[in-house]
């Protein structure tokens, strides 16, 4: 392998493990106080952790990952919820405010099991989504026509579910119930059941609440995160 610093440049030995994966290497690098920087590679699964940044060396390859103990940043992911109506729902900021508190307790983990104050901000964000099957055509990538006779497509709902912790990304993601897409889509269906009567007024006649599509996990910078929240804020603020 081709280490990211010079054998000899470090001050005292920093002896190389292997590990499971690259999360785990970043983790031991968080554990030591001394750690500055972890070095991953992919094919040996061998990890090691510097007490300074060394200057980097060119490899021909794209096998080695490199990072700081912790990187700050936020991971999201979309719902897609099939019969609700987003301009009546915004007249109504008590059901507003009870499905947003409903997708919070389905999605993230309760406090119980972490310090609150490690986690910087949860935001779930309320889009238009589509009325057709085109975006279950893009999370899923099934060309099909989808039809529901109990579930008929009507008015969807985009959820943006964001989470943002100073500890890491890796930590962010702990606090998601599950990351399986469809574990998320039939745990947010159930959930959302006993809400059907007090959500009528903004859905439509006849017409049920379900779960049509999740997007993958994705994890992004902290920039990225600043910009949904300022996006919630401006929303919030242009329908109160």
């Given at each position: ?75 999201y992911?979309?719902v ?6 987003l ?28 310090d ?30 989808l ?52 959500l ?40 109160a």
């Amino acid at each position: 392998y081709a280490p990211f610093y010079k054998v000899g440049e470090e001050s005292g030995p920093r002896s190389p493990v292997v590990v499971k994966d690259v999360l785990d290497c970043q983790s031991r690098c968080h554990e030591k106080s001394w750690c500055r920087l972890f070095e991953y590679n992919v094919f040996s699964h061998v990890c090691h952790l510097m007490k300074m940044v060394p200057m980097p060396t060119q490899v021909e390859s794209y096998y080695l990952i490199a990072g700081p103990p912790v990187c700050p940043g936020h991971v999201y992911f979309n719902v897609v919820i099939e019969n609700l109506d987003l301009d009546k729902l915004r007249k109504h900021p008590a059901l507003l405010e009870l499905l947003k508190e409903t997708m919070k307790k389905s999605l993230l983990r309760h406090a119980g099991g972490y310090d609150e104050a490690e986690v910087d901000e949860k935001l779930i964000v309320l889009r238009h989504g589509n009325k057709s099957d085109s975006l279950h055509r893009h999370y899923t990538a099934e060309n099909v026509k989808l039809t529901h006779s109990k579930h008929p497509y009507n008015t969807s709902v985009v959820a943006h579910v964001a989470i943002f912790s100073q500890k890491g990304i890796g930590f962010a993601i702990s606090l998601i119930t599950t990351t399986n897409m469809f574990n998320i889509a039939q745990k947010v269906t159930v959930d959302l059941g006993p809400l059907q009567n007090r959500l009528e007024p903004v859905m439509p006649s006849g017409s049920e609440i379900f779960v049509s599509a999740v997007s993958p996990i994705t994890a992004k910078g902290h920039g990225a995160f600043s910009a949904i929240a300022e996006v919630e804020r401006v929303s919030a603020t242009s329908h109160a």
